[in-house]
């Protein structure tokens, strides 16, 4: 799967050429908004990267702004004076008006101390809305009120299918994701209206980043996503790929959608592949003794 990606890296159709940009959420080379970074500068765009002042100190997004020839803008999504600072300085370096955004970020405090589903803690519940989704809105807001977005403008957010459908593990990320889409059609609908500007979440495969792997029994997700996806798994090239599309002007007319990119996963029910998989457990199980294991919260 992955050689195929490595070759097409480097076919550019200068699909933004002219277009400048902010990426949310590059933390390291396995992140999907780094990826997207690296394809949008490909096809000609310019931009500048942003991340929180924690993130940047763990994570290489000062790596990528050196490759790309750009700079890193600290900010945290959840705070508007730092969105404000933000545009400014990013149209500033950019010498114009913005023409795509990209906001990749999700955290979840009760995902990360395990916390069960119907025992949260409510402060953390509030930081994972803030963080996943509110900052969305945030941003949105601020750009509007700066005029920072050109006609034809086109902001994505990145989702996940557990926004329809529940996914065991998953957690309050599955709500944060729902508000984050609702977000993108109430707003999509004002600055659609307004500044023909277009806002879209793509829902994507299960992705092994930093964030997809603190999900529990993320491993088995992936091989579950893959066997029932009759494409097979996006993988995050692939969804690089997608939202330069989503970017470019082949696009103009696609606002306030969810857009799954998944290989066919959101519409499947049962596969063959999963199928037989699922078959093969249930012949392990039998030649056993003993019987399963009863958790509580299963």
Known sequence: MHHKNSEKTFMSYQLLKGKRGIVFGALNSESIA????????????????????????????????????????????????????????????????????LHSIGMSPNVRKERHYSDLDYNY????????????????????????????????????????????????????????????????????????VRVNTVSQSPTLTTAGSGIKGFDRLLDFAERMSPLGNASAEECADYCITLFSDLTRKVTMQNLFNDGGFSNMGMSLRALQQYEKGLQINSDKDTPPQKHIFD
């Open 34 to 101: 780094w990826k997207i970074a690296e394809r949008a500068v490909e096809e000609g765009a310019t931009l500048t990267l942003t991340n929180t002042l924690v993130a940047m100190r763990m994570g290489e997004t000062q790596n990528l702004a050196d490759k790309l020839n750009t700079i890193t803008i600290p900010a945290d999504a959840t705070n508007v004076d730092d969105l404000n600072n933000l545009f400014i300085q990013s149209m500033d370096f950019l010498g114009g008006k913005i023409d795509f955004v």
């Open 125 to 196: 519940l509030n930081k994972t809305l803030d963080v996943s989704a509110i900052s969305f809105h945030k941003m949105l807001q601020t750009a509007r009120k700066l005029d920072a977005i050109n006609e034809w403008g086109s902001v994505v957010a990145l989702s996940y299918v557990a926004a329809q459908r529940t996914f065991y593990g998953y957690n309050d990320m599955a709500d944060a994701k729902a508000l984050l889409e609702s977000v993108a059609r109430s707003f999509g609908y004002i600055y659609g209206r307004e500044r023909r």
